[in-house]
Nanobody, 125 residues
Framework: QVQLVESGGGLVQAGGSLRLSCAAS????????MGWFRQAPGKEREFVAA????????DYADSVKGRFTISRDNAKNTVYLQMSSLKPEDTAVYYC??????????????????WGPGTQVTVSS
């Protein structure tokens, strides 16, 4: 069983930055694909960024390209989401997700096996 715990959310002004972290329990972290998703009130959960098992391949939603960066440290069982130039429309609960034993980038939420409880990001104007 894998457990994911996000941290790093909070309140920030527009134009500011935050770094989210997601720590995973269990073994073989480097064998899994990871992703970040978000859900704003009244909206469906949407893809933000994803990274393959080695960190050598990434993908981003068009709305965050050039502003967000996903990375991972397999030695620390942790995936990160560096968010810059934040906008009020980035306000949402951010979730990390893990697809077990997957080597490629995964962008579809239904393909993920495990989810964290989420962390709130609020961007004020």
């Amino acid at each position: 069983q894998v457990q994911l715990v996000e941290s790093g959310g909070g309140l920030v002004q527009a134009g500011g930055s935050l770094r989210l972290s997601c720590a995973a329990s269990g073994r073989s972290f480097s064998s899994h694909a990871m992703g970040w998703f978000r859900q704003a009130p009244g909206k469906e959960r949407e893809f933000v960024a994803a990274i393959n098992w080695s960190g050598g391949s990434t993908d981003y939603a068009d709305s965050v390209k050039g502003r967000f960066t996903i990375s991972r440290d397999n030695a620390k069982n942790t995936v990160y989401l560096q968010m810059s130039s934040l906008k009020p429309e980035d306000t949402a609960v951010y979730y990390c997700a893990l697809r077990a034993y997957e080597t490629i980038v995964v962008v579809t939420p239904l393909e993920y096996d495990y989810w964290g409880p989420g962390t709130q990001v609020t961007v004020s104007s």
